[in-house]
Nanobody, 124 residues
Framework: QLQLVESGGGLVQPGDSLRLSCVASGRTASSYVMGWFRQVLGKERAFVAVISWSGGRSYYADSVKGRFTLSRDNVKNTVYLQMNSLKPEDAGVYYC?????????????????WGQGTQVTVSS
């Protein structure tokens, strides 16, 4: 079983930056594709970004391209989501997810493990 714990959320103003972290334990995180999703109240989880096992490939939702960067440190079993130029529409609960299959998917159903989420609020 893989456990995921997110951290780094908070309250920021538009234009600010945040770095979210997701630490994996229980198994070697390098065996998993890692993704981030965002959820706002009353809506389904929306894809944000995903990174391959090695970290060599990553894909982003159009809404965050050029502003967000996903990286991973497999020695530390940690994935990082650097979020710059934050907008109010970036707010929500951010979830880290791990997928067993080598599939860089934007679908929540393709992920096998989930963290508990970390809240990001963007407001002036």
């Amino acid at each position: 079983q893989l456990q995921l714990v997110e951290s780094g959320g908070g309250l920021v103003q538009p234009g600010d930056s945040l770095r979210l972290s997701c630490v994996a334990s229980g198994r070697t995180a390098s065996s998993y594709v890692m993704g981030w999703f965002r959820q706002v109240l009353g809506k389904e989880r929306a894809f944000v970004a995903v990174i391959s096992w090695s970290g060599g490939r990553s894909y982003y939702a159009d809404s965050v391209k050029g502003r967000f960067t996903l990286s991973r440190d497999n020695v530390k079993n940690t994935v990082y989501l650097q979020m710059n130029s934050l907008k109010p529409e970036d707010a929500g609960v951010y979830y880290c997810a791990a997928g067993v299959r080598n599939l860089l998917s934007s679908r929540a159903d393709d992920y096998d493990y989930w963290g508990q989420g970390t809240q990001v609020t963007v407001s002036s």
